[in-house]
């Protein structure tokens, strides 16, 4: 089927305003994870999913950071009052969520936020 | 805990062998090695398991040290395909991965 889709491809966003990223993983995909990856850095890991319950939130880089799956499907990373450091490209995966060891991690394309 | 890599940007001409280094400062229970192209997602090269072989990927294969915590990625007659960024991810017994810093990698005819 198809891979781990993005949306927006691309934001752009006033300082102070809310977002909302949309990462729909590749079905039977379990495990959801996102990354933050500011521009020439690594991946930052933020949050992960199995099912629709997240063990392990401890990326999140504020209190203004959120995220939520539903469906053992979709999952949304909300980023409310944003900042000028939030900008960066948040990066999706989903995995078959087995392990260990854990399993391949299959990439979306990424959403590209710019706070002005 | 986040994984080191060395060396930070390699450049190669096409037909030259590389070699990328990931190292921990915890035990490790697998590495994952991912390239990233540029502007595009990352994409899985291989993983490497505690007390397991060394595995193999075309003309890309890669090792675990256990004693020294450390895995390396062993890139040969290198093609311009091969140019990008390649990460080390880390699995330390938890449902995550954390990434090396990366490994910037260019080829030239």
């Known amino acids: 089927g198809a891979g781990v889709s993005q949306s927006p491809s691309n934001k752009v966003t006033e300082k102070g305003k809310d977002v909302e990223l949309r990462c729909d993983p590749i079905?039977?995909?379990?495990?959801l994870y996102w990354y933050r990856q500011r521009l020439g850095q690594g991946l930052e890991f933020l949050i992960y999913f199995q099912g629709n319950s997240a063990p392990d939130k401890s990326g999140l880089p504020s209190d203004r950071f959120s995220a939520e799956r539903t469906g053992e499907s979709v999952s949304t990373l909300t980023i409310q009052r944003t900042q000028q450091e939030d900008s960066a490209v948040y990066l999706c995966?989903?995995?078959?969520?087995?392990?260990?060891?854990?399993?391949?991690?299959?990439f979306g394309p990424g959403t590209r936020l710019t706070v002005l | 805990q986040q994984p080191v890599q060395s060396p930070q940007a390699v450049i190669l001409r096409e037909g030259e062998d590389a070699v990328i280094n990931c190292s921990s400062s915890k035990a490790l229970y697998s590495v994952h090695w991912y390239r990233q192209k540029h502007g595009e997602a990352p994409v899985f090269l291989m993983i490497?398991?505690?007390?397991?072989e060394q595995k193999g990927h075309e003309k890309i294969s890669a090792s675990f040290n256990e004693k020294k915590q450390q895995s390396s990625l062993y890139l040969t007659a290198s093609q311009l395909s091969y140019s990008g960024t390649y990460f080390c991810?880390?699995?330390?017994?938890?449902?995550?991965?954390?990434f090396g810093t990366g490994t910037r990698l260019q080829v030239f005819p």
């Open positions: 490497l398991l505690k007390g397991g």
């Open positions: 991810g880390t699995e330390y017994n938890t449902d995550k991965l954390i």
């Open positions: 995966a989903s995995s078959l969520g087995r392990g260990p060891p854990l399993d391949t991690q299959y």
């Open positions: 079905s039977g995909h379990t495990a």
